[in-house]
């Protein structure tokens, strides 16, 4: 059983800058799927940027430029630097990890495992 906690959410003024970590735990391989998620108030969840098994990644059009995913294998713990933060990025993010493929999508029905989330809140 993957466990996955997240931590480094908290609140920032637009412009501002965050690091959301992710540690995993409970699975003894390192090299599996893993992302950042989130949701705004009143809207569904959303995929943000993903981390492939041999180290692609992706990212949603929204966060281009501005987020950076990485992942420490040997630590197991998955990164997420934000920068040039928005009110609109606003949002409780969840890390997740996909277990038995090995590609990375941005779709939230492909990853087997959830943290409990983060909150992140930008104001204006």
């Known amino acids: 059983q993957v466990q996955l906690v997240e931590s480094g959410g908290g609140s920032v003024q637009a412009g501002g800058s965050l690091r959301l970590s992710c540690a995993a735990s409970g699975y003894t391989g390192s090299h599996y799927p893993m992302g950042w998620f989130r949701r705004a108030p009143g809207k569904e969840r959303e995929g943000v940027a993903v981390f492939g098994c041999l180290g692609s990644t992706k990212y949603a059009t929204s966060v281009k430029g501005r987020f950076t995913i990485s992942k420490d294998n040997d630590k197991n713990t998955l990164h997420l630097e934000m920068n040039s933060l928005k009110p609109e990025d606003t949002a409780m993010y969840y890390c997740?990890?996909?277990?038995?493929?090995?590609?990375?999508?941005?779709?939230?029905?492909?990853?087997?495992?959830w943290g409990p989330g983060t909150q992140v809140t930008v104001s204006s």
């Open positions: 997740a990890a996909r277990m038995g493929i090995c590609s990375a999508t941005l779709e939230e029905s492909d990853y087997n495992y």
